[in-house]
């Protein structure tokens, strides 16, 4: 393990150690940090951030995790790309069933889900909005598409992007049981 796995490993530990609103209370103190409002952490921020936590950096080492975690190469780390990488790995079981809900999904199998791959498994017709003519069912939809779907809302969503939703998800549920028991009713599996 690296220097930034190691750095990676300690904030999650602390994370968890706190509760369930670990990971949240994670996001409010890094907007804390994010002095320009810029919704992004350079190596500076992130190593002082991180000092205030009792997790004293080097600025190399802060570089390193600024660059490890850095999606977007923007140079800086977003909330979200930080707080994916804080996220404990899920276990097989529940790869497994985020897996099945995609594959219901993805009607076409080619690996991407669509409007048009929803449409064969749902219908927004009962949709408040789509009743009152204020959307239509395709709105709908691709609203609902767009929940799953990274930041750039493309119309599509991959495994990995559905996998990093549940990602989400499975950090706040205790056990494989009851992660497994919500995904297969949610997704009627």
Known sequence: MDAADATI???RAQCLARGASGIQGL??????????RSRSLDAA??????GDLGLALGEAEAQAVCRRWDRDGSGTLDLEEFLRALRPPMSQAREAV???AFAKLDRSGDGVVTVDDLRGVYSGRAHPKVRS????????????LDG???????????????QDYYSGVSASVD???????????????
Request: charged share 40%; aromatic share 12%.
């Open 9 to 11: 490993e300690k904030l």
């Open 27 to 36: 996001a409010r103190f890094f907007r804390r940090l994010d002095r320009d």
């Open 45 to 50: 921020e992130l190593r002082r951030g991180l």
């Open 98 to 100: 985020i897996a099945a």
């Open 133 to 144: 003519g204020e959307w239509t069912e395709e709105e709908v939809l691709r609203r609902f």
């Open 148 to 162: 799953f779907d990274s930041s750039d809302k493309d119309g599509q969503v991959t495994l990995a992007e559905f």
């Open 175 to 189: 056990t494989d049981e009851e992660f497994v028991a919500m995904v297969t009713s949610a997704w009627r599996l």
